[in-house]
């Protein structure tokens, strides 16, 4: 049973960073992929950023391209998400995500999620 345990979040202004972590615990393919989704208030889940963990090969949506960074730490077992440029639209509630997989028509997806923390971002 996989397990994930986001933190991190927080509130910040326009322009400012934060640095979210995922502790992870269970079996975790080492040639999976992680990542991170968010959602904001009335809107639809959406794909942030992917880290494949064979090759360290990472993935962005456009509208955090160039300021958010995923890592993972294979000694501690976290995946981290490193928010810079934080804007006001990056406000919602971040996911950390294992298993994830990719197709054409749908896009990214997972099979194991955490619970969530929250990105609060003011103009």
């Known amino acids: 049973q996989v397990q994930l345990v986001e933190s991190g979040g927080g509130s910040v202004q326009a322009g400012g960073s934060l640095r979210l972590s995922c502790a992870t615990s269970?079996?975790?393919?080492?040639?999976?992929?992680m990542g991170w989704f968010r959602q904001a208030p009335g809107k639809e889940r959406e794909w942030v950023t992917t880290i494949d963990l064979g090759y360290g090969n990472t993935y962005y949506a456009d509208s955090v391209k160039g300021r958010f960074t995923i890592s993972r730490d294979n000694a501690k077992n976290t995946l981290y998400l490193q928010m810079n440029s934080l804007k006001p639209e990056d406000t919602a509630m971040y996911y950390c995500?294992?298993?994830?997989?990719?197709?054409?028509?749908?896009?990214?997806?997972?099979?194991?999620w955490g619970q969530g923390t929250q990105v609060t971002v003011s103009s």
């Open positions: 269970g079996y975790i393919s080492r040639w999976g992929y």
């Open positions: 995500a294992a298993d994830l997989s990719f197709s054409v028509g749908g896009g990214w997806g997972a099979n194991n």
